[in-house]
């Protein structure tokens, strides 16, 4: 037993042990905030016990062991063996773990830093630049420097001067280093500066003192406005001396007429000098008046930054010597207290013989990386005139977006394939100590902006709408390189011929043309590069040159180019491991019928790269984008045939838009459905509202009537087809039987699905129907006519599950007359229906339809055309050719009814007038309700059927008495119904009611097919919506 309690004494200090030699690795993968997270009791334990910890962890083991003996010998002798060996364990176990805590605690409180006790304070900015609490964030790196860079736009005039003011005074970092490029706005001072000087060379004196006057004019306006005289004298003064410096120099250039680079880098660096200037001083004062200790000191980068020239890389930066430089500033004015705060010139720096250069271009953003390195800053913030890295060009791309978080490689992948990011020079201090950038707007403080990091690979989350990957996980961005020419060399004599690409390439690069982009195919036979289209000739004559001998031989062909290409080039580091990503960007290209020319990937599989033809970028740029950045559900509607002007409230149109906008963030959020109603064309075609936003409102039908324009059918198309949305659609909410001919085929040949309630497309001939349904079987389109039946329920649906499942069809049944069987039903109510007073009780419906209804339509309904209409598009669902004149309409009303003339002629008619022709019509029908009322011990019904014969597919309409046990007699004047009698259900039929659809409910059936499009689309069916499986045609 004694051996058994001294094994587990080792075996705790064995453990602990372990756990201090091994924890503290473990614990620096994470941040102080997440410690916190997982154990709050750590920090309470260091804050409150952080004196007497040292002397407890030196005797906490010995302690413990002695204590676990202790008992193992109690317990022996008071108990037995067993009782004494799991009192020992359980003890154990309890020492253990808490030794296990104190260590965890033990190895926190020696890697961070706490802060001192706060009061909870009001919003302010964190160290980064983002408004929050006041809170122990990552402690670990409280006294390090940040690093916040404002380039030309955020120090353009006074009013951007005050807004970097409120920006800086904001930050709680102990340490902040401002870099700050020149003045900027129209023109910005680096330019007027640089400008002098060929004016200078051309002795236009007149010119260079206007411009000196416009650039002492533009530091002026900002001193004065901002700074007091006393403050604001000195460095005007300053200010004065140097364009005064800058004039005589420019004498000298105009005497001498030439000028050389280090005159240029002397002259166009003043512009930072003087602008650091003034933002010291601003943010001094603001400092004063905030009540803060600390001020800001000016630091000239010359003093510090050192570089070495090279005329091939540009300036290289002496690390080691500039950051001996600047800790000598740092401690130079008094040894026993450090400089804090600092605002340094950007742009500018020396040579390590002490002559005053530049970084180039972008040099303010290198600058301000290289302070982050040679000051172990904690961060690097560039605040510019954007919200951040965006994922594609927005003047291309509308529907471009902020990049929350990207690597250092994909920002340098954007940045050389010409996306305004920063340029990759500017990342490479950052890199070496893993510093941070973040991409900020001076003019959005709020916003977070863009993160560049090292980021680690994360699982991939899955969407809600399809487990397909979430695409912005995959892909970062997508940028274009314009301009470019493509060269393909091939021939029979490159196969298996070794140094035939070093011939090429080295010819290239003795006559300086950069290749952008390279692509060889296996087989040796061809290589192809492109350069840019300004050299593109001379590369032509150096490769024609170089292979001279072959082509004359026959072996390689000669050199041609086409020109002007583009490279579309997607990047993420997602996209390493990740199948599919190539097929989704193809497959975004070959949906927009773009035809790539020339494709490159590297190993790294990072990016992505094709080339296409110039004239095709921004369409091939906006296809990828929406195929990896936008839901695969969304969708660009066009809505025709809305009526607004006189019954707004009742239009179909009106209250499908209603519909959409009430649910539209709701589909966003929870089903990843993007519906954007982009257009709308008003009735009869007169005008038309193109909206970029794709939230037509049903308000904006009044608010925006100044926007509305005369329609054109190509410019509607064009505006619902935008090539950076994934799927088209136009509604047709019209009863214009001349938008099935005229618009219906152009829509289908631009590949956009059609839905409609219009139905008039019954009225479209056999030849115009298999055209239509040719066309959606080609393109693989939807042609969803479900709502023309206005009863809202799918009936197509329940036709195919007959015909599909084998179930054959052998009769169909309809009674849905709206108006008709009001009239039946108000009759009927009498006691005495053979006496009603047929003319008082349609006068006292009428008013009620009128508010939903035309003339037309009311003409149609109690005449048999809109049943006989709807037994039409039944009857082609079943497969049969069925036209208008197929219909045989048997009408309850007088022949004179009929014979009204047009359809213009009737939809010319008042309600007044409609009414005194249905009384004159109405002998025949008062003689069918005499008829019907005639045994009242049978209770018949008069309904309007429509019978639809499976063998013959011939239709008939007719008014009818039917028994009370027969499905339809118990329809009221709002309800409607089919009935299916098939091969399974011939004695009892399938029998589907619903209401008479009023416009709310024509527009739900509307919107339910928009979102069986939508999830057929996102899941990248092919079958998208409702497209017939037609059986074989049975002729009548």
């Not at 650091?276 to 009540?291: P, W």
């Not at 070093?502 to 692509?519: E, N």
């Not at 660009?636 to 838009?657: C, W």
């Not at 009735?683 to 038309?688: A, E, Q």
Request: charge should be negative.
């Amino acid at each position: 037993m004694l051996l058994c309690m001294l094994t587990c004494t080792l075996l705790l200090l064995a453990l602990t042990r372990f756990v201090t030699h091994t924890l503290e690795g473990e614990v620096r993968e994470l941040s102080a905030l997440e410690l916190d997270v997982v154990s709050p009791f750590y920090g309470w334990w260091l804050k409150k016990c952080e004196r007497e910890w040292v002397l407890a962890h030196q005797l906490f083991r010995l302690g413990a062991s002695f204590f676990l003996l202790l008992v193992a010998l109690l317990g022996w002798i008071q108990f037995d063996e067993r009782v004494a060996l799991c009192t020992a364990m359980s003890v154990l176990c309890v020492v253990g773990i808490l030794y296990f805590e104190m260590s965890i605690a033990s190895r926190w409180r020696n890697l961070v830093k706490f802060p001192e006790p706060q009061q909870p304070q009001s919003p302010t900015m964190d160290p980064h630049g983002g408004f929050s609490l006041l809170l122990p964030l990552d402690v670990t790196m409280a006294d390090k420097f940040v690093v916040h860079k404002f380039g030309g736009t955020s120090v353009g005039s006074a009013e951007c001067f005050a807004k970097v003011a409120d920006i800086v005074a904001a930050l709680e970092a102990p340490r902040v280093a401002v870099v700050v490029s020149a003045i900027g706005g129209k023109p910005k001072v680096t330019d007027l500066l640089i400008s002098l000087l060929e004016l200078a060379k051309l002795r236009k004196t007149a010119e260079c003192d206007a411009i000196l006057a416009t650039i002492r004019e533009k530091h002026h306006k900002v001193v004065s406005s901002l700074l007091p005289a006393a403050v604001g004298a000195p460095i005007e003064e300053a200010i004065e001396r140097d364009l005064k410096a800058v004039s005589e120099l420019l004498r000298s250039i105009s005497i001498m007429q030439t000028y050389n680079e280090n005159v240029v880098e002397f002259i166009s660096g003043h512009g930072e000098i003087w602008s650091a200037k003034i933002l010291t001083a601003v943010l001094s004062q603001r400092m004063q008046q905030d009540g803060k200790k600390h001020t800001f000191r000016f630091v000239d980068a010359r003093d510090f930054l050192t570089v070495e020239p090279d005329s091939e890389h540009g300036p290289v930066v002496q690390y080691e010597l500039s950051t001996q430089k600047m800790q000598e500033i740092l401690q130079s004015s008094d040894a026993n207290k450090e400089i804090t705060h600092l605002v340094v010139t950007g742009f500018i720096c020396s040579t390590v013989d002490g002559v005053m250069t530049t970084l180039k271009r972008d040099g303010s953003d290198f600058t301000a990386s290289i302070c982050g390195r040679v000051l172990h800053a904690s961060s690097v913030t560039i605040w510019t005139d954007v919200s951040g890295v965006l994922s594609a060009d927005p003047r291309r791309v509308p529907e471009s977006q902020i990049l929350p978080e990207i690597s250092y490689q994909e920002a340098m992948e954007l940045a050389y394939f010409g996306a305004k990011v920063i340029h990759p020079k500017t990342m490479a201090p950052a890199i070496v100590e893993d510093i941070p950038i973040y991409i900020r707007n001076t003019f959005e403080p709020q916003h977070p902006g863009t993160k560049i990091s090292h980021r680690k690979r994360v699982e991939l989350k899955r969407s809600m709408s399809n487990g397909a990957p979430t695409a912005r996980n995959i892909v970062s961005g997508f940028s274009t390189v314009d301009d470019l020419a493509l060269f393909n060399i091939e021939g029979s004599g490159m196969v298996g011929v070794h140094g035939t690409s070093s011939r090429l390439f080295s010819a290239l690069d003795r006559v300086k043309v950069s290749v952008v982009l390279i692509a060889q195919a296996s087989s040796e036979h061809s290589i192809c590069f492109a350069v840019p289209m300004g050299l593109a000739d001379v590369a032509k004559d150096v490769v024609n040159e170089t292979f001279f001998k072959e082509i004359h031989v026959g072996l390689i062909d000669k050199a041609e180019y086409i020109a002007p290409i583009s490279i579309i080039a997607a990047v993420g580091d997602q996209m390493s491991q990740t199948p599919g990503v190539c097929a989704r960007f193809f497959g975004a290209l070959g949906r927009a019928k773009i035809n790539v020319l020339a494709i490159s990937q590297g190993s790294s599989e990072r990016n992505i790269s094709a080339v296409v033809r110039y004239e095709d970028s921004a369409m091939a740029l906006r296809a990828v984008h929406s195929s990896f950045f936008l839901s695969d559900q969304t969708i660009s509607i066009g809505l025709m045939g809305l009526e607004f002007e006189e019954n707004e409230a009742n239009s179909i149109g009106v209250a499908l838009l209603k519909q959409y906008h009430q649910q539209r963030e709701f589909l966003r959020r929870r089903f990843n459905v993007d519906i954007r109603v982009r257009a709308i064309g008003t009735h009869m075609s007169s005008k038309m509202l193109l909206d970029f936003e794709g939230d037509i409102t049903e308000e904006a039908l009044a608010t925006r009537a100044d926007e509305f324009v005369p329609f054109d059918r190509n410019k509607f198309l064009d505006h619902v087809c935008a090539d950076h949305l994934p799927h088209w659609l136009i509604v047709d909410v019209s009863n214009s039987s001349h938008h099935v001919h005229d618009l219906y085929p152009q829509w289908l040949a631009r590949k956009v699905h059609v839905m409609t309630s219009n139905i008039n497309v019954a009225a479209a001939s056999t030849a115009q129907h298999n055209a239509i349904q040719a066309q959606v079987v080609a393109k693989e389109l939807t042609f969803d006519p479900e709502a023309t039946l206005a009863i809202g329920v799918p009936i197509f649906n329940t036709i195919q599950n007959f015909i599909q499942t084998g179930d054959d069809i052998q009769r169909v049944e309809y009674s849905g007359s709206r108006f008709l069987h009001a009239v039946f039903d108000a009759v009927f109510a009498l006691p005495e229906p053979a006496k009603a007073d047929l003319p008082a009780i349609m006068k006292q419906l009428l008013p009620e339809y009128k508010r939903e209804f035309s003339v037309r339509d009311i003409v149609d309904d109690v005449m048999g055309v809109r049943s006989a209409k709807k037994a039409i598009m039944i009857a082609r669902e079943m497969g049969f050719d069925t036209e208008m004149k197929d219909a045989d309409i048997q009408s309850p009303w007088d022949k004179s009814a009929t014979a009204s003339g047009s359809e213009d002629a009737v939809g010319a008619w008042s309600y007044e007038y409609l009414l005194e022709h249905l009384v004159k019509a109405s002998e025949p029908l008062k003689q069918q309700i005499a008829k019907a009322a005639a045994d009242p011990a049978q209770a018949l019904r008069l309904r309007q059927m429509t019978y639809i014969d499976a063998s013959t597919g011939k239709i008939c309409v007719r008014v009818e008495a039917l028994p009370p046990t027969h499905c339809f007699a118990t329809l009221q004047g709002l309800q409607g119904g089919f009935a299916f009698y098939t091969m399974r259900h011939s004695l009892h039929p399938v029998v589907v009611t619903g209401p008479i659809a009023d416009c709310s409910i024509t527009a739900g059936s509307l919107f339910g097919s928009t979102l069986f499009l939508a999830r057929n689309c996102g899941a990248r069916a092919h079958n998208c919506g409702h497209k017939p499986s037609k059986p074989s045609l049975k002729k009548q």
